[in-house]
Nanobody, 115 residues
């Protein structure tokens, strides 16, 4: 299982840090990623971090503002989000992936950015 936390209401320009705690899987062997979904829109990939070398990937829309990280000892992935403003109200999901056939998704956490 994956459990996200850290969502909530934030003012435009503010920051939030999301956490994703894993249980029941060998966390260190999984690529961790974050997605978000706005109402009525498809789920969008934001960022990922590798299991072996911690290499990271970011969507252009969040580069320079978001930072993904992981702590294998705590079985936790993080998403530091700064200068929030254009995101509106989105649900953020954590995902753990191993290869192309094994994925585990969290239940999502809602972030609302107020102007």
């Amino acid at each position: 299982d994956l459990v996200e936390s850290g969502g909530g209401l934030v003012q435009a320009g503010g920051s939030l840090r999301l956490s994703c705690v894993a249980s029941g899987l060998p966390f260190k062997d999984y690529v961790m990623g974050w997605f978000r979904q706005a109402p009525g829109k498809e789920r969008e990939g934001i960022s990922s971090i590798n299991s072996d070398d911690d290499a990271t990937v970011y969507a252009d829309s969040v580069k320079g503002r978001f930072i993904i990280s992981r702590n294998n000892a705590k079985k936790t992935a993080y998403l530091q989000m700064d200068n929030l403003g254009s995101e509106g109200s989105d649900v953020y999901y954590c995902v753990a992936a191993q290869g192309t056939s094994r994925e585990v998704w969290g239940q999502g956490t809602l972030i609302t950015v107020s102007s």
